[in-house]
């Protein structure tokens, strides 16, 4: 129902960018809000950023802010993650969420759809 895609290898400093489409045969995505995830080995998985369903609303961990982008295209049923400025300490495996609620979609135990994850992996 939701793919993620877009993960790889980069050097600190540098950007990729992540994308999650939706099936929309199951997903009214435009209604939905929508999420990033991430775990690091060892560690819970972690709020990264929200989008609110009318792109209105954005959240951030403040470990990302000014640093990650969340954005969406609900002609195309995908959400977005740009994130520049990689660190070593953002490597991890990313997951997209999706949520009718906008609280919820940002807690991990109550997100109601996730995707598949991608590995993001950024070296020193």
């Known amino acids: 129902q939701l793919q993620a895609s877009g993960g790889g290898l980069v050097q600190a400093g540098g950007s990729l960018r992540l994308s999650c489409a939706a099936s929309?045969?199951?997903?009214?995505?435009?209604?939905?809000?929508v999420g990033w995830f991430r775990q690091a080995p060892g560690k819970e998985r972690e709020f990264v950023a929200a989008?609110?369903?009318?792109?209105?609303?954005?959240w951030y961990a403040d470990s990302v802010k000014g640093r990650f982008t969340i954005s969406r295209d609900n002609a195309k049923n995908t959400v977005y993650l740009q994130m520049n400025s990689l660190k070593p300490e953002d490597t991890a495996v990313y997951f997209c969420?999706?949520?009718?609620?906008?609280?919820?979609?940002?807690?991990?135990?109550?997100?109601?759809?996730w995707g598949r994850g991608t590995q993001v992996t950024v070296s020193s």
């Open positions: 969420a999706a949520d009718r609620s906008q609280v919820d979609v940002r807690v991990s135990g109550r997100v109601g759809s």
């Open positions: 929309a045969r199951t997903f009214s995505f435009s209604s939905y809000a």
């Open positions: 989008l609110s369903y009318d792109e209105y609303t954005t």
